[in-house]
């Protein structure tokens, strides 16, 4: 239930970004793979990070605890290190 490093945000976003089709798949689904998922929402889908939360937690109840939702509520100050 932590947040993942930049170095892991900057490989999912390259990953991404140089493919059309791709999957995510994770054992629980709750931490790092969500905040990347809502990462991703905020950087390429102009989500807000508050409405990006509400979209996960509505696909995979339980996922983005309080402390990753306040990584995400910054993440204005890490997009340029992403």
């Known amino acids: 239930m932590t947040t993942p490093s930049i170095l892991i945000m900057k490989k999912f976003m390259n990953i991404i970004d140089n493919n059309e089709i791709f999957a995510i798949h994770c054992n629980a689904g709750l931490g790092r793979t969500a905040i990347l998922i809502c990462i991703w929402l ?7 990070p508050e409405i990006s939360i ?16 306040l990584f995400l509520e910054s993440i204005d100050y890490f997009k340029k290190f992403i």
Do not use: D, E
């Open 42 to 48: 905020i950087l390429k889908c102009n989500f807000k």
């Open 54 to 69: 509400a979209y996960m937690r509505i696909m995979r109840p339980g996922s983005v605890m309080h402390h990753q939702g």
